[in-house]
């Protein structure tokens, strides 16, 4: 056992074969997904981050197949994040050239090209981050050239603060949680004037969260395309404030229907918001400092519009201590025979840290639904966005791993 691990089964889910349906598609719909896909497949350097199929460890599992989608690649971040929060600074700043000129339309290409950097320069996009979302929306500040602050908390390491700062952003932190960094940032747009771009909506704050994750879509649906149209019969989604968990979940529906997957939420024991929320029946806020080694995850509040996906489109939900997240991320680098070595963080890997914690209590595996004939896609968020710590972690650097 590498520790506590608890499962629960959401009394809310839809039943199979529940159409995906109007109220979910106004938060999040076929179209935006696709005017995303178009966005940001334009963007310099895109490129489909590879599936990997896991033969050795879905036999070592007891499962029929494993994939794991590898966001190690994205855009050279290092995580899938780098899908959503450069898409919605890109929105943000296509709106303003829009209104500052009058024009209809103006694209991601013509931000690029440097044709409106007079409206654009102007402008400062800010938002609160654990590490990969602030990275995502320095990157994009840096792409179409605005300026860009963005806030952390205290328990964010320096590697992470680093890759945030080398985009060119100013780094600010905040005493107490994510969640206190969340407050702050948006507190000081306010008094400055700047674009939160967050990826957590709450009342009144919508649209640009809804970007964020249609971003993320982007990664579903070449999965769909990788997997040559055959659906899992699981998806382990890990989740923060869960915004990546449905906007992956509501591009399967879409696609798949009734035939769409199981939908798991993993998150760690002391951060488990979504989790509570789908015990209760309603958000639950959960306290405290949400300490956790998954940096991404570390989250109390889940996202008003990823609780209307997740409440009917998640079955279950997993809590895992970080012993599991460790253990996963050494299991994929020195993988089961035939497989490729893998890098993933310490969030990246949890997906699989619920899967081993399914082998330890066969109570999880039954509340999950998992047997022999199960096919598992694991997404794989994210590679080694703290080089310092993965070392410390897996006793090699990413590059001793893939050599
Ligand atoms: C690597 C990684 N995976 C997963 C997540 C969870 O995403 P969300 O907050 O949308 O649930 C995060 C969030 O920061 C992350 O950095």
């Not at 350097?45 to 989608?69: E, F, I, N, S, V």
């Not at 939900?317 to 310490?346: N, S």
């Not at 109570?363 to 199960?374: H, K, N, V, Y």
């Amino acid at each position: 056992m590498k520790g506590e691990a608890r499962a629960i089964r959401n009394a809310a889910a839809a039943p199979p074969g529940e159409p995906y349906g109007a109220p979910r598609a106004a938060v999040m719909s076929r179209d935006r997904f696709d005017a995303a896909l178009a966005e940001i497949s334009s963007w310099p350097g895109y490129q489909a981050t590879p599936l990997h199929r896991l033969d050795g460890l879905a036999a070592r599992l007891g499962l029929a197949a494993l994939w794991y989608k590898d966001e190690r690649g994205r855009f050279g971040l290092g995580s899938f994040k780098a899908l959503g929060g450069a898409y919605a600074v890109a929105n943000v700043l296509r709106g303003k050239v829009m209104a500052a000129r009058g024009l209809p339309n103006v694209t991601s290409q013509q931000l690029l090209s440097g044709a409106y950097a007079e409206v654009v320069r102007q402008a400062t996009v800010t938002c609160a981050t654990d590490g990969n979302h602030g990275r995502s929306v320095a990157w994009g500040a840096q792409l179409f050239g605005c300026a860009c602050v963005i806030f952390v908390h205290e328990h964010v390491s320096q590697g992470r603060r680093d890759a945030i700062a080398k985009y060119g952003a100013e780094v600010r932190e905040v005493k107490g949680n994510y969640d206190d960094a969340v407050r702050h940032a948006a507190a000081t747009a306010r008094e400055n004037g700047w674009t939160v771009v967050s990826d957590t909506s709450y009342p009144g704050y919508r649209d640009i969260p809804l970007d964020v994750m249609h971003g993320y879509g982007v990664m579903a649906a070449e999965v769909a395309q990788q997997l040559g149209g055959a659906p899992p019969t699981h998806v382990f989604a890990q989740a923060g404030v869960g915004a990546l968990a449905a906007a992956v979940c509501a591009s399967f529906w879409l696609r798949w229907g009734a035939a769409r997957p199981r939908f798991v939420v993993v998150e760690p024991t002391h951060a488990d918001c979504v989790y509570r929320s789908l015990e209760a029946g309603r958000p639950v806020v959960v306290g405290g400092d949400l300490d956790t080694v998954m940096a991404g995850l570390a989250c109390g509040e889940v996202s008003e519009l990823a609780w209307e996906i997740l409440r009917g489109g998640a079955n279950a939900a997993v809590a895992l201590g970080d012993g599991y997240a460790l253990d996963a991320m050494k299991l994929l680098a020195g993988p089961a025979a035939g497989d490729p070595p893998i890098v993933a963080g310490e969030t990246g890997g949890a997906g699989l840290g619920a899967l081993l914690a399914a082998q330890d209590y066969p109570e999880i595996r039954a509340t999950l639904a998992l047997d022999a004939g199960s096919r598992v896609l694991l997404l794989g968020s994210e590679g080694d966005t703290d080089p310092a710590i993965y070392r410390q972690v897996v006793g090699r650097s990413a590059q001793e791993v893939l050599a």
